[in-house]
């Protein structure tokens, strides 16, 4: 089975502009959940979405969006994009949520530069 | 809010046993998870530890877990150059959300 994937796997972008990075979670997962990650640094949670719902959100600014669709994919969106956004988006994905037994399986990210 | 800490940094020799300690705040934290980072790549789950458990072992991995202190580590024996990676404490409560620490990274020197 193919894992989580993502893409693209890199995106060069330039300040104040708008980005959507893409998501496919692990056949049979319906959880998907976006996290930051700054260089040096671990992943910081962004937002969880399940069965098409926002369940969780991290503490980000309302320039961070996100969405999942009825197949389970999901996009996130980053408006107004500031020189502080630049790191690696990571998605994960599992099978429900509700249940901290669940573990998360992490796509390889997507890479944003904000020059 | 939750709050996961690691050391920096490891190194150790090919052969040697890692140690990766990290300590973590939630008390209602029913799930601590290890995952493995590589350059370049996301996060792979290596192991995982239900709070109500003190040991899991799993091959060259062996997870022990001190509820009482909040303290989890991470043992690899005979280490070998490619588990040079950055490794990562996980605490997982509530509705799946996870919070990462900052992470180890661990040089295996040959």
């Known amino acids: 089975d193919a894992g989580v994937t993502q893409s693209p796997t890199h995106l060069i972008k330039t300040r104040g502009q708008q980005v959507t990075l893409r998501c496919s979670p692990i056949?049979?997962?319906?959880?998907v959940s976006w996290y930051q990650q700054v260089l040096g640094q671990g992943p910081q949670f962004i937002f969880q979405y399940y069965e098409k719902e926002e369940r969780g959100r991290g503490n980000f600014p309302d320039r961070f969006s996100a969405r999942q669709f009825p197949n389970y994919s999901s996009e996130l969106n980053v408006n107004a994009l500031l020189l502080g956004d630049s790191a690696l988006y990571l998605c994960?994905?599992?099978?429900?949520?509700?249940?901290?037994?669940?573990?998360?399986?992490f796509g390889d990210g997507t890479r944003l530069s904000i020059l | 809010g939750e709050d996961v800490e690691q050391s920096l940094f490891l190194s150790v020799r090919e052969g040697d046993s890692s140690v990766i300690n990290c300590t973590y705040t939630?008390?209602?934290?029913?799930?601590l998870y290890w995952y493995k980072q590589e350059p370049g790549a996301g996060l792979q789950l290596l192991t995982y530890?239900?709070?109500?458990?003190d040991m899991k072992q799993d091959q060259r991995l062996t997870v022990l877990l001190n509820k009482k202190d909040k303290h989890l580590s991470l043992r690899i024996a005979d280490t070998q150059t490619g588990d040079s990676a950055i490794y990562f404490c996980a605490e997982a409560s509530g509705f799946n959300k996870f919070y990462f620490g900052s992470g180890t990274k661990l040089n295996v020197k040959p």
């Open positions: 530890i239900f709070s109500n458990m």
């Open positions: 056949s049979g997962h319906k959880s």
């Open positions: 994960a994905s599992s099978r429900t949520v509700g249940d901290s037994n669940q573990p998360q399986h």
């Open positions: 939630d008390s209602s934290s029913t799930y």
